[in-house]
């Protein structure tokens, strides 16, 4: 199922370019953080966030990476990812904590969707994904 209405631009006016990620062979449509200013705005001051979409975050250099949901309106779930594609964890992120959610290795990636969302789609620590950023800038 390809994720649609993705809003492109975030408060602020930061630009977000779109991934797709293939998870047990189907394709979503994310946006896509992977310049400092992005990854700064993420999901903030968002109040809703449609079923199938959500938002990739790209770290260089690999490492351990923490997130927190400073001004974020939304309950999300975080899915580190390794730079293999391997999710490394699911952690439960609650709106306008202030707390830091760290990854317990380093990873290339982090992945936010709606809470529930992974167990929705049966998605587990150890499961892989796949990750096309070809169309993104």
Partial sequence: MLAVGIPQVGADNVQFDTATVIIFGER??????????QRA??????KSLCEDCGMLFYFTPHRKVGMWMK??????????????GVITDIKAMQPHDLNTTMSSKKVAYSLEMNQGWFKQHNVKVGDTIKIDISGAQ
């Fill in 71 to 84: 001004n974020t309106y939304i309950p999300l779930d975080v899915a580190f990812i390794d730079e293999e």
């Fill in 41 to 46: 705005q993420g999901l903030m001051f968002r």
């Fill in 28 to 37: 979503f449509a994310v946006e896509y953080a992977h310049s400092p200013a």
